[in-house]
C-alpha cells in the first residue's frame, strides 16, 4: 500500500512523458520513503491499548426499616480477566450488640472462575478464612491449613456475580461459603429464589437487568439489601 502511494505521488509531480532526472528522481524518492518508513514503524511498534472498565454499587443493609450497615461491591474489567472485591459491615443487637466486617474476592479469566476467598469476622474475632482456587482443571479449596479438591467443573457464576446481573438461562450458581453449586429459581418479574444448604433464603430483585435489592431469610434474621448508587468508569491503559 505504501509503495503505490509513493509510486502515484511521483507520477502526479514529474510529467513522464518528457525526460526527468533519473538522479533527482531516485534522491527525492528515498528522502520520501525514509520518513515513511519511519512513520509506519512507529504505528505499528505502538502497543495497543487495552479497555478497563470499574463498577461500584452500594447497597444498605436494612433490617425493620432502620440502616444497620452496608455491602459495596466493586467489579473491575480489564481484558479477559474481571475480579469482583466485596467489603461489608453490619452492626446489629440482639441482647448483645454484633459487628460482622467482611471482606470477599472472585476472580474470573475468560468467564471462568479461577480464585475465590472469603474473609469474616465477628467482634473482631476471625469466623472465616477461606479460598478457592483453579490448579491445573481442577478446584482446590482451602481452609484452616487444609486442602481439598472439589468435585466441580467450571465455575461460570457464584453469588458475587448476582449482585450486578440478572441471572438469565442461569441454572446453579457457586455458593463460596458451602462450596457447592446452588439452584437458582426464577419467579417471575426478574425475581429469583436461592435456597442455601443451611435453608436460609435469598431473594434477588432486578429491574433493566441490574440488582436494585436482595431479601435474606434465616432461622433468626430477615435483613434485605437495597441499592443505594451505582458507579461506573470506563477508560483505556
Known sequence: M????LIYFFKNRYNFSEKINLKRFYSSFLRKFKYLFVFLLFSFSTPELSS???????????RHND????VEIKRNTQDNVTSYIIDSEVNVRVIFNFKANGHEKSVYKDDVLVYSSMYRKMNNKLKLDQYLTLENDNYIFKNNGKKEKLPLNSIKHNLATLLYNEPTNIQKVYSDKFKKMVEINSLGNSKYKLVLPNNSVSVYH??????????????????????????HKSYKS
Open 2 to 5: 505504501a509503495l503505490i502511494y
Open 52 to 62: 478497563n472498565v470499574s463498577e461500584t454499587i452500594l447497597f444498605s443493609v436494612s
Open 67 to 70: 440502616s444497620i450497615g452496608f
Open 206 to 231: 432486578y429491574k433493566n437487568g441490574q440488582c436494585i435489592k436482595v431479601e435474606l431469610k434465616g432461622s433468626f434474621y430477615k435483613v434485605d439489601l437495597i441499592r443505594k448508587y451505582h458507579n
